[in-house]
């Protein structure tokens, strides 16, 4: 839940008790919803409406002013609104499509769709930052925006377009790169994912050629965020972790699971600065001026070189850019002696904001920012009276009603973007809320402090560290909590179903009868639902390490990195299975698809992988053949922008509770009964200390091949998913020097192949496995718990049992 407060850090009843003041309200959201619309056309589509709607425009205006007709009463009383929003839509469709023409110019998407290999000049836009997980052995992928300057191609023509690029950079050079930089670099370009600004990816193939410093603001800016990262050095991970991106939306240090927290708890705006750190810092400094008695335009000015400074120092994100917009709008009224008039304020900002870059109107955190603030300017000055008029304190109402409006505006979207409804949300930021402001005060303190007395920074970061600390415990226990989020539909389906139940459940809850009605049945649901819960917890299990799916007649294996977030191995036969297989594990992020050879029943679901998720990288095996299914999956991936990494054995790759190698095939095989099915990538797995052998389709020779190369204690494994479905064509030999306690086998409902073995199932259980299979029990999962391996069959766990 973005938490934003108004400008200075109060709820603001912007009307006083009347209406609020939406003229400017149509302008914003017309603006705002064509430019979205606009970033998913070219530039003649995304105009076409803007000329429409000055055409419309213009009539109406000449209709309310009695040059054509005479207008009625509703024409003018609505008439001039009308006229709001289609200015609103030629203001949005004619600057995305002005800076469509940019990111669609000819030359460069020359270059794009050829994927040359180019040298460009570029100027750095944004910190440039890591992407979480990796290939062991390789530096992380670090992904910097830029401003495209000029780019050569291979034939030594020059192109010069101010596009937008975003660069892939493996070499350690990228990382101390400040804003403003200007540096050339070579590389490959490729397509972006689209849906933005953005021209080109350019995939970097060496370190950047720096072309002189960038600005003295900027290198100030890197001084004190590296100060900040210093001081925080000595603390604990988590807060020390956390506490540089509370301050300065630095995460680089934020540890996976913290993260992962934040978000089940709907508290990622603190993990990035927002509004509120805007609010917290400004206001402080309007309470500094008031003690000193400084005028209205004294504490302005005073007020206004704060806010500069500050978004100078965090970059200036969209939810930053959009607070510190409202916020200058508030000085000006407040130099000027005037009250700030806040909605009109925030739609302003928006207008402006979305005209000079239309590219926020598709970012997912200017959206719940703007949200919050329209939340807390609307919703929560009501809910506060209301509160107050029944007897509650003022201080608790205003408490009470800051996190449940911004939480309820922005709702739709989360539920959106994560498939997701957070009933814990509006208690974990009301828990928080006393420790924000004193953490933030005192990590500026820290940072402001730091190129000048480093031990000072540092105390101030001791300090600052337990606020930070008890964010972490409530954002820890709150995603533990039973029933803490519930399943929603996803995309943009699933947002506009919510906000259309959180519109009539307003407009109802205006009814006494209604809100009685409302509040019985939702206690009547926590007190029926939270006991289930507690007793079932439902799937995925806790403290599950590998999960097998049934997606018919093939393979999907998940290893759990955090929560929400999994490595994922083959993608089953149909991507429905696969989409649903993964909703149902709660994965909304996969660092690594691993595929482990090319026929359907492993590639056919890729597109159901990518549904709704990110997906990082994608490493495949080196053997090209089925052509279909290599296909299937190189066009899903850059359609989404994701690299494609062929492997072989010695491939390693960490994330989060995941430790992977390759170990086989040791070498190419052919002439073999299946070669694509031997050549399947042979995974060894580590998750959280179970050791699990994962096999693809390797069939005898590749077993055999993998076993004759390995020492006996490297194949030996706790779980094995056993290759080809349970077919014949195991090598006993493998089997018996892995020695598994748990035996998985996915495989389809009445397939007609013979799958699985009887006698290959009777050989793992006289072993001493556990054997399950996917075609009976459906979802299997294994568990580690404190009494070593359980397996949970079916999504429920009805027949625990111990191997």
């Known amino acids: 839940m973005p938490g934003s407060t108004g400008p200075f850090g109060a709820i603001v009843?912007?009307?006083?008790?009347?209406?609020?003041?939406?003229?400017?309200?149509?302008?914003?959201?017309?603006?705002?919803?064509?430019?979205?619309?606009?970033?998913?056309?070219?530039?003649?589509?995304?105009?076409?409406?803007?000329?429409?709607?000055?055409?419309?425009?213009?009539?109406?205006?000449l209709h309310l002013l009695g040059f054509v007709g005479r207008p009625g009463t509703v024409a003018r009383r609505y008439g001039w609104i009308v006229v709001a929003?289609?200015?609103?839509?030629?203001?949005?469709?004619?600057?995305?499509?002005?800076r469509l023409a940019v990111r669609d110019t000819e030359p460069l998407r020359a270059l794009v769709e050829d994927r040359a290999q180019v040298t460009a000049e570029l100027v750095v836009r944004d910190d440039p930052r890591p992407v979480r997980g990796g290939i062991v052995g390789r530096p992380p992928t670090l992904l910097v925006r830029t401003k495209l300057v000029s780019v050569t191609g291979p034939a030594e023509q020059r192109v010069t377009v101010p596009a937008r690029v975003l660069v892939l950079a493996d070499d350690p050079a990228w990382r101390h790169l400040l804003p403003g930089q200007r540096l050339t670099a070579a590389g490959k370009l490729t397509a972006p994912r689209g849906g933005d600004l953005t021209g080109a990816v350019l995939l970097a193939s060496g370190p950047p050629d720096r072309l002189g410093e960038p600005s003295a603001l900027q290198r100030a800016a890197g001084r004190l965020r590296v100060g900040l990262q210093?001081?925080?050095?000595?603390?604990?991970?988590?807060?020390?972790?956390?506490?540089?991106?509370?301050?300065v939306g630095d995460t680089s240090r934020l540890p996976e699971e913290v993260e992962e927290d934040f978000r089940a708890t709907g508290m990622t705006h603190l993990n990035a600065v927002s509004g509120s750190n805007v609010a917290i810092v400004v206001g402080a400094v309007l309470l500094l001026a008031r003690w000193a008695r400084a005028?209205?335009?004294?504490a302005a000015v005073l007020c206004g070189v704060a806010l500069v400074g500050f978004v100078i120092l965090v970059r200036p994100s969209p939810s930053v850019v959009r607070a510190a917009t409202m916020g200058a709008i508030g000085l000006a009224a407040l130099a000027a002696g005037r009250p700030r008039a806040a909605v009109p304020a925030l739609a302003a900002a928006v207008a402006v904001l979305v005209l000079v870059d239309p590219d926020l109107a598709g970012d997912a955190g200017f959206a719940l920012s703007v949200l919050a603030t329209g939340g807390l300017l609307l919703l929560a000055p009501r809910w506060r009276d209301g509160l107050r008029r029944r007897g509650v304190p003022p201080g608790a109402a205003e408490a009470l009603a800051v996190p449940a409006a911004a939480q309820?505006?922005?709702?739709?979207?989360?539920?959106?973007?994560?498939?997701?409804?957070?009933?814990?949300?509006?208690?974990?930021?009301?828990?928080?809320?006393?420790?924000?402001?004193?953490?933030?005060?005192?990590?500026?303190?820290?940072?402001?402090?730091?190129?000048?007395?480093?031990?000072?920074?540092?105390?101030?970061?001791?300090?600052?560290?337990?606020?930070?600390?008890?964010?972490?415990?409530?954002?820890?226990?709150?995603?533990r909590l039973p029933m803490g989020?519930?399943?929603?539909?996803?995309?943009?389906?699933?947002?506009?179903?919510?906000?259309?139940?959180?519109?009539?459940?307003?407009?109802?809850?205006?009814?006494?009868?209604?809100?009685?009605?409302v509040a019985v049945g939702t206690v009547a649901v926590v007190l029926g639902a939270v006991p289930v819960r507690v007793i079932a917890p439902g799937w995925p299990p806790k403290g599950w390490v590998i999960a097998v799916c049934a997606v018919g007649q093939g393979d999907t294996v998940v290893l759990p990195v955090a929560p929400g977030r999994a490595v994922v191995v083959d993608a089953g036969p149909d991507p429905q299975a696969a989409d649903a297989c993964l909703r149902r594990l709660d994965v909304r992020r996969v660092p690594l698809l691993v595929v482990s050879h090319f026929h359907v029943d492993h590639t056919g679901g890729v597109a159901g992988v990518f549904r709704g998720r990110q997906v990082d990288l994608v490493s495949t095996p080196q053997w090209p053949e089925p052509a279909t299914g290599r296909q299937q999956i190189h066009d899903a991936a850059e359609g989404r922008g994701t690299p494609v990494v062929p492997v072989a054995a010695g491939w390693r790759y960490q994330a989060g509770a995941v430790d992977l190698v390759v170990v086989g095939?040791?070498?190419?095989?052919?002439?073999?009964?299946?070669?694509?099915?031997?050549?399947?990538?042979?995974?060894?797995?580590?998750?959280?200390?179970?050791?699990?052998?994962?096999?693809?389709?390797?069939?005898?020779?590749?077993?055999?091949?993998?076993?004759?190369?390995?020492?006996?204690?490297?194949?030996?494994?706790?779980?094995?998913?056993?290759?080809?479905?349970?077919?014949?064509y195991q090598d006993p030999g493998f089997l018996d020097a892995i020695a598994a306690r748990v035996a998985l086998v996915p495989v389809g409902a009445g397939n007609t192949y013979g799958h699985p073995n009887d006698a290959v199932l009777a050989r793992l259980a006289r072993g001493g496995a556990r054997v399950l299979r996917t075609?009976?029990?459906?979802?299997?999962?294994?568990?580690?718990?404190?009494?070593?391996?359980?397996?949970?069959?079916?999504?429920?766990?009805?027949?625990?049992?111990?191997?």
């Open 230 to 247: 210093q001081a925080c050095a000595p603390l604990p991970d988590e807060p020390g972790g956390l506490l540089p991106g509370l301050v």
């Open 775 to 803: 075609d009976l029990e459906g979802d299997v999962a294994v568990v580690r718990d404190g009494a070593g391996l359980a397996v949970v069959p079916g999504g429920v766990d009805l027949s625990r049992s111990r191997p």
């Open 485 to 517: 989020n519930l399943p929603w539909p996803g995309g943009v389906t699933g947002a506009l179903l919510l906000a259309g139940l959180t519109v009539a459940l307003l407009v109802a809850v205006r009814r006494p009868v209604v809100r009685r009605l």
């Open 295 to 298: 005028g209205p335009g004294l």
């Open 85 to 98: 929003v289609l200015i609103g839509v030629v203001c949005g469709g004619a600057a995305t499509s002005a």
């Open 665 to 728: 095939p040791p070498y190419p095989m052919r002439g073999t009964r299946s070669d694509p099915n031997n050549n399947s990538l042979m995974l060894f797995a580590t998750v959280a200390g179970v050791r699990i052998m994962l096999t693809g389709d390797a069939e005898t020779e590749e077993q055999q091949a993998v076993r004759e190369q390995l020492p006996a204690h490297r194949l030996r494994a706790d779980v094995l998913k056993v290759a080809h479905h349970g077919s014949a």
């Open 408 to 479: 309820l505006a922005c709702s739709p979207v989360i539920a959106g973007l994560s498939g997701t409804i957070s009933l814990v949300a509006v208690p974990a930021n009301l828990l928080v809320v006393p420790a924000i402001a004193p953490a933030t005060v005192l990590g500026v303190l820290s940072a402001t402090v730091s190129p000048i007395w480093p031990f000072g920074a540092e105390v101030a970061a001791w300090l600052a560290h337990w606020p930070a600390w008890w964010l972490v415990l409530v954002a820890r226990y709150g995603a």
């Open 13 to 61: 009843d912007p009307s006083g008790g009347q209406p609020p003041d939406l003229r400017l309200a149509g302008l914003a959201v017309a603006a705002w919803l064509t430019a979205l619309a606009g970033l998913h056309l070219d530039a003649r589509r995304a105009l076409l409406p803007a000329v429409v709607a000055a055409g419309l425009a213009g009539l109406a205006a």
